[in-house]
């Protein structure tokens, strides 16, 4: 129970062709959908999956993300992901993450807190005690050696930089707009250009409130340093749905 | 050379949480984008994959897709495509994919018509005799119970049923929008209320032209029978890039 190769997950991937961006670099996006997938991967088989949650009645929300790259895997090159439990708190837990190329270099990290929520009341369960306080024999010291997800800040009265619509592909099956379709979305506020000169360094989002099919959101954008863009998105002209904070080199 | 499973590629897949509709299912840009793999897989390991024809100076271009299913896997389901060539004629092949459910009952099946040109003229090339005509050893006669790809015709005078500008996320490699981003943006022309009453039968993309980073779209939309949906898209009020045709049931 206690040795490491059981605490962290490994899992193999490969940078698919529609995966890449123009620059033939996987997207943010996917390398997001990739590292959420992991994270349930890890918690499925040590009992703490989302399936395993919905029985009684539970299940993970993600609070925040923040990714940290020196690079991104090219086109058709293998990478793996690896993810363990950093801490475990009552209403929170830290999930972090290595990416590692193809010749077993680590070229990333990423941070994640994630919340448990009851189905049915919506609000958050005590992380210590449910399923006998298993997940905490998890927690590991593995080294992740990138900044906690940091404070994300755009004046009320930024206009907005891009608005859209929820439609049908933003939607999942909770009825919700995924979490990877904001990353895209608040990417594609940047001309071209912007990728054309330079990488993203460090990506965050933090995870505010949900937005709904037919929401129209709109994301205010304002830059906070000579390559930092800070993004927060609105649903419906009030509520925020969810803020980003994008770092280019 | 001529056994069947070496001319048969079997590719397992599983439907992954951020890959679903809100209905659990699928999504058909996902599949679209799972059958292409495929035939890039089942073409490298028999010698005829981009990355061989790249050296030579030439690359395959999907010109046709047609989809016809009788359900879409669930979140978390396995899954598996087979693809084979069906014909090779001297500017086109017809390879065929067939979609295979976790009990290994087959649920749909795929056509795709695919060109190979030459990357400096951009010009047609003979698949017969290139690369002394290896392509035609792989040519099986598996069944494929679907029509072939049909006729496509939105008449002139449709306004569109939405616009937008390609961006960042759009891009492939070459620069192009890419093949799975014109399905995503014509699914989301119909209303949610459509995916919650009925399901996709069948779906077909004609790709006509590329269109680029910056392009104006518009999809214009023509219903052509109680549940058949004609979709043209456009690139700056001018030029026609794809073909759709959607067939609820």
Redesign the interface.
Known sequence: MSEPENKIGTYRFVA???H?????RL?M?VLG?HL??CA?FHATDRGFGI?TLNEDNYTWVLSRLAVELDEMPY??EEFSIQTWVENVYRLFTDRNFAIINKDGKKIGYARSIWAMINLSTRKPADLLTLHGGGIVDYVCKEPCPIEKPSRIKVDADVPPAGTLEA???D?????HV???RYI?HI??L?P?EM?QTKRIRRFEMAYVAESY??DKLAFAMQQAGPDEYHVEVKKNDDEVVCRSKVIFV
Chains 1, 2 share one sequence.
């Open positions: 698919e062709p529609f890449v961006d123009f620059n033939g997207t996006g959908n959420l997938n349930g399936a086109q058709y439609r049908y592909s939607i999942d099956i909770n009825g995924n979490s990877i895209e990417l594609d940047f071209i990728y099919y037919g």
